[in-house]
T-cell receptor, first 113, second 112 residues
């Protein structure tokens, strides 16, 4: 158990609506990440955070924003959901001692109709 | 050329077989190499972690890294039905804060 929870675990929404996904960690790790996983593409980084209010873009950041107001929470927002954002979203953290490795949450399945 | 190439399979083997999973990569700056196991509808689970070249063994699992050939492998000995999952290789050049670059995963099925 990586000490990560994601909410909601499943969501169905309509095109054009805003959606916020939450990642919560219990161990005060500095680095947090959002990935999406799609068939044929594997896991790709959307955004990551290296501290409270410190975030940066990843490979596929267009259409997404993030916020981190507390160490334990990292929020991913789809400003105006599109069908191409239908995916499985994973949050990950780096744990101390092995900073190079990442540990993943259980994922959120998002369907945009 | 993709940064990380991984044969998607599927790979089907009988229980007890030795399984070999492989990835090739193009970025010579990669120094950290990982294997993740992902069961259906679950998050990736870190299985093995190796820094630079060499071998690492953990129970029935052995990870090998050959940086000269830009090739990494995961061997599973005495495979079990519980090993049926998708295996993802991942690698990175730096420490925390850098994205892992993933292969697309190999789906393994072990039949009893």
């Amino acid at each position: 158990d990586a000490g990560i929870t994601q909410s909601p675990r499943h969501k169905v929404t309509e095109t054009g609506t805003p959606v916020t996904l939450r990642c919560h960690q219990t161990e005060n790790h500095r680095y947090m990440y959002w990935y999406r996983q799609d068939p044929g593409h594997g896991l790709r980084l959307i955004h990551y955070s290296y501290g409270v209010k410190d975030t940066d873009k990843g490979e596929v950041s267009d259409g997404y924003s993030v916020s981190r107001s507390k160490t334990e929470d990292f929020l991913l927002t789809l400003e105006s959901a599109t069908s191409s954002q239908t995916s499985v979203y994973f949050c990950a953290i780096n744990k101390g001692g092995q900073q190079e490795t990442q540990y993943f949450g259980p994922g959120t399945r998002l369907l945009v109709l | 050329q993709k940064e990380v190439e991984q044969d998607p399979g599927p790979l089907s083997v009988p229980e007890g077989a030795i399984v070999s999973l492989n990835c090739t990569y193009s970025n010579s700056a990669f120094q950290y190499f990982m294997w993740y196991r992902q069961y259906s509808r679950k998050g990736p689970e870190l299985l093995m972690y190796t820094y630079s070249s060499g071998n690492k063994e953990d129970g029935r699992f052995t990870a090998q890294v050959d940086k000269s050939s830009k090739y990494i492998s995961l061997f599973i000995r005495d495979s079990q039905p519980s090993d049926s999952a998708t295996y993802l290789c991942a690698m990175s050049a730096w420490q925390a804060g850098t994205a892992l670059i993933f292969g697309k995963g190999t789906t393994l099925s072990v039949s009893s």
